[in-house]
């Protein structure tokens, strides 16, 4: 298998880290405190007792200083992986210590390997529930000590945290958000065009018929995320329609599986959704395709031609900013999102998602670097970090969410703010589907989607495939 690996240190984000951390003030990590030593001795007298203080500053010892700790997890670009780098860097330096991140596309693959092999890093920066729960089930996660299980549960929302607790133990931190249920769009190319957002589904169907009749291209699309990865976007459309098309009561049947009182891929709600989709982007001229083929476009390589016209909407989470040009314009004048619309106005659900580090090793200075990422001065640095790779400006968009509820808010954009918005307030809100899956359905999910999307397999084989990877 072609690895595709980047490893991140400070490189391009030396002066980041710099402007960073002049910019922090108090949320910068705080070095090892002084220790301020007070001594009392007392002289007798003929006539009295004398007392005298001394006092003694001593800087206390740093017990994480010369330490190195490895931080392995899924995201590789420049903007993403650089960004986290170099808020780990900032606690790095704050505590005399190495912290060095290796982002990888097909991350999900290696560290499977990696775990089997005996070879972890020390920590994962794992985005699927389901992979967490089966390490931690395994027993090669270390729990989070009890102040930082303290902290994780009462800074993030409990459908987030609950997702890395396993068996009433708290093994992941919720460290970044992803509202995935938005299509991207140029909304002045739509004034001009005469095209209006739309409001449900048949009106999307509708949307899309119409912009292909006129010449246009409606959808960008591109499934590919490198090695066993590729496929995944497909699954997030699967799992917005099958909340769209059937509410969060049968999404929780069919996340919970055919084996444990749920339902399974081959049930014809499922296969429904499958379809729907392939008839969706099989339209003639329905689909652009930057990398030749859905199946060979990187998801990320859609953003391009989004922005100037080849296409004219995009099915991708908030973190799809990261991949616009630094100089992109977002708002009406610019890049901007809508609702991916329900299917009746009675049911308007949200998908998300979102990563989990967790530790693998029991080693003071990894769970010292867990504590970090569990607290509000991780994510306003990370934050800042990703904006300033993607720009700097004050109305860049980052493509970082924090769930973490004390973050500067402020440090994010009206339109960023938006996304927060929804993700707190959504009613039916569910975490990806697949990710919560057992590890084996979503590895064959995102391989029967891919051969379902090439059209070498139809959806009752693709869903049939999967249904037998149930535990």
């Given at each position: 298998m072609l690895m595709r690996r980047k490893v991140f240190s400070y490189g391009a984000f030396l002066l980041a880290f710099a402007m960073i951390a002049a910019a922090c003030g108090d949320s910068e990590p705080a070095a090892p405190p002084e220790t301020v030593v007070v001594t009392e001795t007392s002289i007798v007298t003929e006539t009295?007792?004398?007392?005298?203080?001394?006092?003694?500053?001593?800087?206390?010892?740093?017990?994480l200083a010369g330490t190195t700790v490895t931080v392995f997890g899924p995201e590789s670009s420049d903007t993403e992986a650089g960004a986290f780098q170099a808020a780990l860097d900032l606690f790095a330096a704050a505590n005399d210590m190495t912290i060095s991140y290796t982002g990888a596309r097909d991350f999900s693959d290696q560290i499977n390997v990696q775990v089997a092999g005996g070879n972890p890093p020390d920590i994962?920066?794992?985005?699927?529930?389901?992979?967490l729960a089966d390490f931690a089930r395994s027993g090669d996660l270390v729990a989070l000590p009890d102040a930082v299980t303290d902290l994780v549960q009462s800074t993030t929302p409990e459908g987030l945290w609950s997702l890395g607790n396993v068996d009433g133990v708290q093994y992941g931190i919720?460290?970044?958000?992803?509202?995935?249920?938005?299509?991207?769009?140029?909304?002045?190319?739509?004034?001009?065009?005469?095209?209006?957002?739309?409001?449900?589904?048949?009106?999307?169907?509708?949307l899309t018929d119409t912009m292909i009749a006129n010449g246009d291209t409606p959808w960008c699309v591109g499934i590919d995320s490198g090695g066993g990865a590729t496929g995944w976007p497909f699954t997030d459309w699967?799992?917005?329609?099958?909340?769209?098309?059937?509410?969060?009561?049968?999404?929780?049947?069919?996340?919970?599986?055919?084996?444990?009182?749920?339902?399974?891929?081959a049930d014809d709600r499922v296969v429904q959704v499958f379809d729907a989709?392939?008839?969706?982007?099989?339209?003639?001229?329905?689909?652009?395709?930057?990398?030749?083929?859905?199946?060979?476009?990187?998801f990320g390589d859609n953003a391009p031609p989004l922005e100037d016209g080849t296409c004219l909407m995009h099915r991708q989470a908030n973190f799809f900013a990261s991949f616009f040009p630094a100089e992109t314009v977002?708002?009406?004048?610019?890049?901007?999102?809508f609702y991916f619309p329900p299917v009746t106005a009675d049911i308007q659900p949200v998908l998300g998602g979102g990563v989990f580090p967790v530790a693998f090793q029991d080693r003071p200075e990894v769970l010292a670097v867990m504590e970090y990422m569990a607290t509000s001065d991780y994510a306003n640095a990370r934050q800042r970090l990703q904006k300033l790779a993607n720009g700097g400006a004050a109305d860049t968009v980052s493509g970082f969410l924090s769930p973490?509820?004390?973050?500067?808010?402020?440090?994010?954009?009206?339109?960023?703010?938006?996304?927060?918005?929804?993700?707190?307030?959504?009613?039916?809100?569910?975490?990806?589907?697949?990710?919560?899956m057992p590890t084996p359905v979503n590895a064959e999910f995102w391989r029967s989607a891919t051969a379902f999307v090439n059209g070498d397999i139809?959806?009752?084989?693709?869903t049939a495939n999967i249904d037998a990877n149930w535990p």
């Open positions: 009295s007792v004398v007392t005298s203080i001394v006092t003694e500053t001593v800087v206390a010892e740093n017990p994962g920066i794992l985005p699927q529930p389901g992979k919720p460290t970044k958000a992803d509202l995935k249920s938005l299509v991207w769009y140029r909304p002045a190319l739509f004034t001009e065009k005469g095209y209006a957002v739309p409001t449900s589904w048949d009106e999307l169907n509708t699967t799992e917005d329609l099958m909340l769209r098309f059937h509410g969060g009561d049968v999404y929780d049947q069919w996340v919970m599986g055919p084996n444990n009182g749920g339902i399974g891929f989709i392939r008839n969706l982007w099989d339209k003639p001229s329905g689909t652009y395709a930057a990398g030749g083929t859905i199946a060979t476009t990187l977002y708002g009406p004048e610019g890049v901007d999102v973490h509820l004390e973050a500067d808010k402020s440090l994010w954009t009206p339109l960023e703010q938006s996304f927060l918005d929804i993700l707190a307030k959504a009613e039916l809100f569910r975490f990806d589907g697949s990710d919560n139809d959806a009752a084989t693709a």
